[in-house]
């Protein structure tokens, strides 16, 4: 019965396709799993949007939206019908192909990543050697997307915000990849579902979950900075801007293309919230042992929300970085402090087992945090701007 | 310490988070249609015209001296002058607007025709339900839509109707005694024309 209920979307898979010939099961399997991530995620985003207002609403001591259907629960089905209905504006001097392409590659690019992210025990579309290689190379071609939404759009502020999504992406990639090889360093493997594996044990009760050691807690601080980073989500919203960009790179969209790269935008955050679960959470492990007859999927989604939540919630409480301010923390602090854990994570490796790699490693991050951000703090690179002519 | 900030703000916010669900004093917002706040006294949308007494047309404080309509910044005001000339508040004849109309798809709610009025006879309204299926016509506001009552100017705006009102009032105190000085002086005069002929 656990089992079942455990296993119940692969069974239903087998049981689908078995009225198939077995020349097309394969295809037909992977079709089938490809449509239930494109229609589960969209609802799932339908859903985040209003969650994520009536999260904003509360944590302003608002209520939020609550007059279509209960609680505003049909709130995401009006939207979508608004945008759907909405005129399709393409600017005069536009670049009309690339401007077209470019909400499709976006949403493509970030659908892919779902291919390697194992949602539950055996629930893998695609398990490569080379996920996470695979997951990262996704990541990195939505910035295209972004540049050609951007470029094609002939408008400055389009322009602009492109630029700065480029900059800060591309600034960050470097940090997720980063903070990620962390995890490749200690389970010796690429694939996410082998990294999944590695953190299904227990001692006392307790998983083994790589952020419950100091250079994964690291590294899982760093890789939470860098995804919000990289999904353009406040405080690091620099490339939509809206009160210095009117909306940054999708200025000159309206529509339904406006909603695809709004889609792209949910969707991408919880491509990489559960990317961030698989590598530092344990993806679609139990956080007890005597939880374990929880079906794996239902850990794996739970989290996922978890990271959608803080997410929603650091959106709530932080202001939006200054352009210096978010190039000199990417290189100035995170990129150094990921490249120290890439050297504690050795020492872990190496220390053996026992109490002294604990002390050691915990030993040397937090000084290095410490002495980095004091540092950087005397230096004034990161902290309030000093004027020099204006006070 | 570094982050030391963003934990305190993160604190402050899953406090507002979880304190909106059992204090209600924490709410900033009321649910608009059903629940109404008063409007504040400072608050202002588009003109409208004061009358003074019962009757809109006969009380209208407006002359049509057209100075709002030329100080408009986005020329949304429309007058039309009369050509006779009927009695104001003071009894002196004046001209009155046959045609007075306000576009408030284009007014910006500057208040200059206020401030230049000498009159005291536009004044901003405190209305802000103002939708209608008609965006033409049904934003361009005439005379009589315009017309209110020196009542409601006081209730939305009660401080400075009381000061426009004791304005007024000194003004016309100053007008009588220059008229009842002038009633005295012409009756002298004629006095001492009768005492010559005398």
């Known amino acids: 019965m656990i089992e079942t209920a455990d296993q119940i979307f692969v069974l239903l898979l087998h049981w689908l396709v078995s009225f198939l010939p077995a020349v097309l099961q394969p295809v037909a399997s992977a079709v089938l799993c490809a449509a239930a991530i494109v229609c589960f995620f969209p609802a799932l985003f339908a859903l985040t949007t209003w969650l994520e207002r009536k999260g904003l609403g509360r944590i302003q001591n608002r209520l939020g939206p609550n007059r279509v259907g209960p609680f505003g629960l049909l709130q995401p089905i009006a939207d979508g019908i608004k945008s759907l209905t909405k005129e399709d504006i393409v600017p005069f001097s536009a670049d009309a192909a690339v401007h077209f392409l470019a909400p499709i590659v976006l949403v493509v690019t970030v659908f892919m990543g779902f291919a390697v992210l194992p949602m539950g025990r055996n629930m893998v579309l695609a398990d490569l050697d080379a996920g996470l290689l695979f997951y990262f190379a996704m990541g990195a071609s939505t910035e295209l997307a972004v540049f050609m939404a951007g470029w094609s759009s002939r408008n400055k502020y389009s322009l602009l915000g492109a630029m700065r999504a480029v900059a800060q992406m591309i600034s960050y990639e470097v940090v997720l990849l980063l903070s990620s090889v962390v995890v490749v360093m200690i389970s010796g493997s690429l694939s996410l579902t082998k990294i999944v594996a590695a953190q299904n044990q227990y001692t006392w009760g307790l998983p083994h979950w790589y952020i419950f050691t100091p250079w994964g807690l690291a590294g899982f601080v760093m890789f939470a900075i860098a995804a919000t980073a990289e999904t353009n989500r406040s405080p690091f919203d620099l490339p939509e801007g809206e009160s210095e960009l009117v909306a940054g790179y999708h200025t000159e969209y309206s529509g339904f293309k406006f909603a695809l790269f709004f889609l792209g935008e949910y969707v991408a955050m919880f491509s990489i919230s559960g990317l961030g679960t698989t590598l530092f959470l344990g993806g679609w492990t139990a956080p007890f042992s005597f939880l374990t007859w929880v079906p794996s999927w239902i850990w794996f989604f739970s989290k996922l929300m978890l990271s959608i939540f803080v997410f929603i919630w650091l959106r709530g409480t932080l202001p939006r970085l200054r352009q210096d301010q978010l190039m000199n923390f990417a290189w100035k602090f995170v990129l150094p402090m990921c490249l120290l854990n890439l050297l504690v994570t050795g020492l872990w490796r190496f220390l053996g087992d026992g109490w002294l790699r604990w002390v050691v490693c915990s030993a040397i991050l937090l000084l290095a945090y410490v002495g980095i951000a004091l540092g950087e703090q005397r230096k004034k690179h990161i902290g309030p701007r000093s004027y020099r002519y204006a006070e | ?198």
């Open chain 2, 1 to 198: 310490l570094l982050g030391e900030g963003i934990l305190k703000g993160l604190a402050e916010t899953a406090r507002n988070f979880f304190g909106s669900y059992f204090c209600a004093e924490r709410m900033t917002t009321v649910e608009y249609p059903e629940q109404r706040i008063a409007p504040f006294e400072a608050a202002r949308t588009f003109p409208f015209l004061v009358y003074d007494g019962t009757d809109w047309q006969a009380g209208l404080r407006c002359v049509s001296c057209q100075i709002c309509e030329k100080e408009c910044p986005p020329k949304c005001i429309f007058i039309e002058k009369s050509k006779d000339k009927k009695p104001d508040a003071l009894g002196k004849p004046q001209f009155y607007p046959t045609r007075f109309e306000i576009d408030i798809s284009v007014c910006m709610s500057c208040q200059i025709c206020v401030e230049v009025c000498p009159f005291e006879a536009i004044k901003m309204n405190t209305e802000f339900e103002l939708s209608t299926t008609d965006r033409f016509g049904g934003l361009l506001l005439n005379r009589e839509q315009l017309a209110k009552s020196n009542e409601y100017y006081h209730q939305i705006h009660a401080t400075e109707a009381a000061e426009v009102d004791a304005r007024l009032a000194a003004e016309k105190a100053k007008f009588d005694a220059k008229a009842k000085g002038a009633a005295v002086a012409k009756a002298a005069s004629d006095a001492a024309a009768t005492g010559e002929g005398a």
